[in-house]
């Protein structure tokens, strides 16, 4: 069976992006859209919740 990757080429040298770097930037960005989208439906179901 042969193990070749994919493409015969590079990430890095086909796109010149360091897809290392964006790993690291993106994590240090802060939430993501799923995120924040869970943390605001968490926040509303808690105020429902403690409604009278």
């Given at each position: 069976?042969?193990k070749?990757?994919?493409?015969?080429?590079?990430?890095?040298q086909?796109?010149q992006?360091?897809?290392?770097?964006?790993?690291?930037?993106?994590?240090?960005s802060?939430?993501?859209?799923?995120?924040?989208?869970?943390?605001?439906?968490?926040r509303?179901?808690?105020?429902?919740?403690?409604?009278?």
């Amino acid at each position: 069976m042969n193990k070749e990757k994919p493409y015969p080429f590079s990430t890095k040298q086909y796109s010149q992006t360091d897809v290392e770097e964006v790993k690291r930037l993106n994590a240090q960005s802060g939430l993501s859209y799923n995120e924040v989208f869970a943390l605001l439906g968490k926040r509303y179901l808690d105020r429902e919740q403690s409604k009278p």
